[in-house]
């Protein structure tokens, strides 16, 4: 009977479930403190003990830090959200239409819409097999791992059959489409001095631990300047959103910016590849912040270019994965 149900679902098309990090709800502090306790609360971000951790986190983070993360997400905030609830809910449209037959939703890790409630609305609506495809093309133990700790609470006893994808990191597609991005940025505004790649830090310890994120953002970088026709060395690789007193990936984006700017550069082009979508981190932490930052060091422009987002590439890169037999788990 086992074998029954698992033909029949691998008989017809699988859902895509594609899940980004996560959002408040609103760009107000109470939003910003509810999101920001689910998303602190993950073992995976921060492991500290938690009668140590709840506390330090309840009564000093959240108080302190959420007006000021407020604040920074309404300088953002777009008419129909926040930029990653819009542009992932967009990519996932734009993904949906070059799957005909396939269910293709997205959920976040943390916020709404919940990994466990897509999948239970899925599986109300017969889906029995589902792909689920975590948008960072670079697989961290922070990121990718929390994905998959959510799919471990909720899939069990739920008759679902899923499958995961960890990265994408050099996926061809992805690659040309990052590059692609580039070449028309330089198209419309000409070549600046520096290329910079600015992807997400993470705790130092946890690559001396294993974590393979490191060796693929380098990865990433090497395939993206291997399609732009250049050298390794002719773009930079930058770690930016340190958070906390501990070690992080060097090195960091906003003194690499102001050491160049007092270098006597004056434009660099920075794209943030380990994003798939705009959001906080782009487009307040980049473009506003470190580009305010550049400025007051010495440089003209720091001109982002903006995240692949709903774009045609974009999504024929993940159709195409959504489509593959390997690298499914």
Request: with cysteine; hydrophobic share 45%; charged share 20%.
């Amino acid at each position: 009977m086992q074998d029954d149900t698992h033909a029949a679902a691998s008989a017809t098309p699988p859902a895509l479930l594609l899940v980004n990090l996560g959002t408040p709800a609103a760009p107000t502090a109470r939003a910003v403190r509810k999101y920001l306790s689910q998303f602190l609360h993950d073992y995976r971000i921060v492991p500290l003990t938690r009668w140590l951790w709840c506390p330090l986190l309840h009564f000093l983070i959240l108080p302190l830090r959420s007006p000021k993360v407020a604040r920074k997400y309404a300088q953002i905030w777009m008419e129909g959200g926040s930029p990653l609830a819009v542009h992932t809910a967009a990519l996932a449209a734009a993904v949906g239409e070059r799957l005909p037959g396939w269910q293709v939703r997205h959920a976040m890790r943390y916020g709404e819409p919940s990994v466990a409630a897509v999948l239970s609305e899925l599986r109300a609506q017969g889906v029995r097999r589902v792909r689920v495809l975590p948008l960072y093309p670079q697989y961290s133990t922070t990121t990718t791992a929390s994905v998959e700790d959510a799919l471990a609470a909720a899939v069990p006893g739920s008759g679902l059959q899923v499958e995961l994808r960890c990265d994408y990191h050099v996926d061809p597609g992805w690659v040309a489409a990052v590059a692609d991005s580039i070449r028309a940025h330089w198209r419309a505004h000409g070549i600046g001095e520096r290329l910079l790649l600015s992807f997400h830090g993470i705790p130092r310890r946890l690559v001396e631990a294993g974590d393979p994120y490191a060796a693929q953002c380098e990865a990433s970088a090497a395939a993206i300047a291997s399609a732009l026709g250049i050298a390794r060395d002719e773009l930079l690789l930058t770690f930016q959103s340190r958070f906390g007193r501990e070690p992080w990936l060097e090195p960091s984006t906003q003194p690499t910016l102001e050491a160049l700017a007092r270098q006597g550069v004056r434009t660099v082009d920075v794209i943030c590849p380990g994003f798939a979508v705009d959001c906080l981190e782009t487009l307040e932490e980049i473009a506003l912040e470190n580009a305010a930052a550049f400025r007051a060091a010495g440089g003209r422009a720091l001109r982002y270019i903006p995240c692949l987002n709903a774009a045609p590439a974009h999504a024929d890169a993940l159709a195409a994965l959504a489509r593959a037999q390997e690298g499914w788990a």
